[in-house]
């Protein structure tokens, strides 16, 4: 795993926030954990309160055997339930930032894997419904997922790793059309055709890879350039013959064709 200064930042920056968000609940009168003498009697106590579901208390707990007992050999296990009880109370981006936490301190857990598939599917889970907002978070949960599949193949969560990774896909490649569509349809057809070819290359196997080929033909054919759009045309019939947008791709050739003698004919 390549070591990533930028993430690594934002993990410390994560760490700091939940626990000043904890020690805000708790100076409210929240709900707290006392100190216990050992890190094993901290982690049992916290893990109760797992268990109850009492995900605040635990949380508090949990981070004490973090940040108190760094030797322990319970704080690889303290910092993967720290991280789900920040899962359970939906917090997904908090979640995401202990399990990376997890993988990135404690690489000889036994917790590592999960900890990994986690982090992608909290990234995934935090990313905007809205396909038009910044969708940064699938492009992390993408990283993270394929990351699992290709350290642990053979886990029982691989299948679901996949699953997630094309439903991410799926959205990332709607959120990169839209902005080449917008583009088109200003006619900046040279910003339009980055995004599209960024949708080809990265998203090959979703519907939006089809409809972005087919609109880098037409961005060639409004620009004129008949040759190249005929062969992007004839190139998108190949790959997609069973397409929605194959009639409007045979009506274009018919049209470029007859452009082309007349331009023939009018060099001659």
């Known amino acids: 795993m390549i070591f990533n200064f930028k993430k690594y930042t934002i993990l410390a920056i994560a760490g700091m926030i939940s626990m000043a968000v904890i020690l805000a609940i708790l100076g409210c009168g929240g709900i707290t954990m006392k100190n216990y003498n050992t890190a094993e009697e901290q982690y049992y106590k916290a893990h109760q309160e797992y268990q109850k579901k009492h995900y605040l208390k635990a949380i508090d707990g949990f981070q004490k055997v973090v940040y108190n007992y760094s030797g322990s050999s319970m704080v690889d296990s303290a910092q993967f339930f720290l991280a789900m009880s920040y899962y359970n109370q939906k917090d997904f981006y908090l979640a995401a930032a202990e399990f990376e936490r997890l993988v990135l301190n404690y690489p000889g857990s036994p917790f590592v894997d999960d900890g990994q598939y986690m982090s992608g599917l909290c990234y995934y889970k935090s990313a905007p419904g809205n396909h038009g907002l910044d969708q940064e978070e699938m492009v992390q949960a993408i990283g993270a997922l ?13 299948d679901d790793a996949r699953g997630t990774i094309r439903l991410a896909e799926e959205k990332l490649a709607k959120k990169r059309y839209e902005n080449g569509r917008t583009y088109y349809r200003l006619g900046h057809y040279d910003a339009s055709a980055v995004y599209f070819q960024l949708v080809i290359d990265e998203h090959t196997s979703t519907e939006w890879a089809a ?28 790959v997609y013959s069973e397409h929605e947008y194959v009639e409007k791709a045979r009506k274009r050739l018919l049209g470029i064709e007859k452009d082309l ?3 023939q004919a009018e060099t001659k």
């Open 146 to 158: 394929t990351d699992f599949v290709t350290d642990y193949p053979e886990s029982d969560l691989a």
């Open 211 to 238: 409809r972005s080929f087919f609109l880098m033909a037409e961005i060639e054919y409004k620009k004129e350039n008949f040759q190249t759009a005929k062969e992007k045309y004839n190139n998108f019939l190949i």
């Open 261 to 263: 003698a007349e331009i």
